[in-house]
């Protein structure tokens, strides 16, 4: 994406990808000590809130498979409005359910300092730690090695 943002700038007609998101994709030594740390304290702290979610996201993965198998015999001109709108509902359920597990997750991250750290580690390894997020990341260095 970032190839396609910087290339927007120079040739007309691709101005649409100089509005892309940036995104970044982050790599962790999942066998490092730290890496399963947290990621066990996280599931230990999320299990609770997430149990129901889950339970509730397979239900609706289940259904919209049964949906779909079912439509598959079915060529797209065969279908009808009743069977697509079952299908979108079924689909949006599932979205919502994920959205909720992603929630979740989001509000334990947000509390958690040593997530951040690792993010912004990786984000100072490629010189992209600026400013007031550099100032954030070092206040918070002194604060865990204390």
């Known amino acids: 994406m970032r190839r396609m943002k910087e290339m927007s700038k120079f040739q007309a007609g691709m101005g649409f990808y100089g509005q892309m998101p940036d995104s970044y994709n982050i790599v962790l030594n999942s066998d490092h000590p730290l890496v399963k740390k947290v990621l066990d304290d996280s599931?230990?702290?999320?299990?609770?809130?997430?149990?129901?979610?889950?339970?509730?996201?397979?239900?609706?993965?289940?259904?919209?498979?049964?949906?779909?198998?079912?439509?598959?015999?079915?060529?797209?001109?065969?279908?009808?409005?009743?069977?697509?709108?079952?299908?979108?509902?079924?689909?949006?359920?599932?979205?919502?359910?994920?959205?909720?597990?992603?929630?979740?997750?989001a509000d334990y991250t947000k509390t958690n300092d040593i997530v951040h750290q690792l993010i912004d580690l990786a984000l100072l390894q490629n010189g992209m730690l600026k400013g007031e997020a550099l100032d954030k990341f070092l206040k918070r260095s002194v604060d865990l090695i204390k």
Request: aromatic share 2%; charged share 45%; hydrophobic share 40%.
């Open 43 to 105: 599931e230990a702290a999320t299990a609770e809130a997430l149990k129901p979610i889950v339970a509730e996201l397979k239900g609706q993965e289940a259904r919209l498979a049964a949906i779909r198998q079912a439509q598959d015999k079915k060529k797209y001109d065969e279908l009808t409005q009743e069977d697509k709108d079952q299908k979108a509902e079924a689909e949006k359920a599932v979205q919502a359910e994920k959205d909720k597990k992603q929630a979740v997750i």
